[in-house]
């Protein structure tokens, strides 16, 4: 019993080694750092990966895709490959559908239904997502009278939700849909509790 419990929690540091490092990596990337090209470029298939790592590495492959246009077709490809298992091992995983959403508008074109229909399944799966919820709203407004009813919905009512988190975040979260379909519909619900 002993024997198993310790491979067993082996196993589980294992695959945290994983994902820290590939959430290190996509530190580096965002901050300008070298170092992430390793895991951009690594050959391990995604299905050997932990759900989050396959998550993390298709990001950053994502990003390095629109900094390396020359490589964005190969880069795109493993980028969805990646994204797909993590899917698939984390159905219904908001910051999963979010990143698919990016993936796709990079891939397919921002008006495309792949790309819209990962950004409806990101908010049936997570309604509110504090760090996504910028990229979702100006992504969702710029495709505005593409969206199905619901989905516009879910928009206005994260977009009030973040006006709503702080006192810092209550213009910011108004400037997003500033002079869109959308604002008037914020407004009104902001206004309509008093806000």
Known sequence: MLAACLAFAGRMLAVEYDVMAAKAASARQAGGLSGFQAAVDSNRPSAELPPR???????????AAVEEPGKAATLLR?????MDHALSARPSWGEAEVSAAYLAMLRDGAEAASAREALRRSYAAAPFLRGSAPWRIRYAVSVWGLLDPETQSRVVDETVWLARATSRTYNYARGLVAQTPAAPLVEAKLSSSGD
């Open 78 to 82: 493993l980028a969805t490959a990646d």
């Open 53 to 63: 790592s396959a998550l993390f590495r298709g990001i950053m492959r994502a990003h």
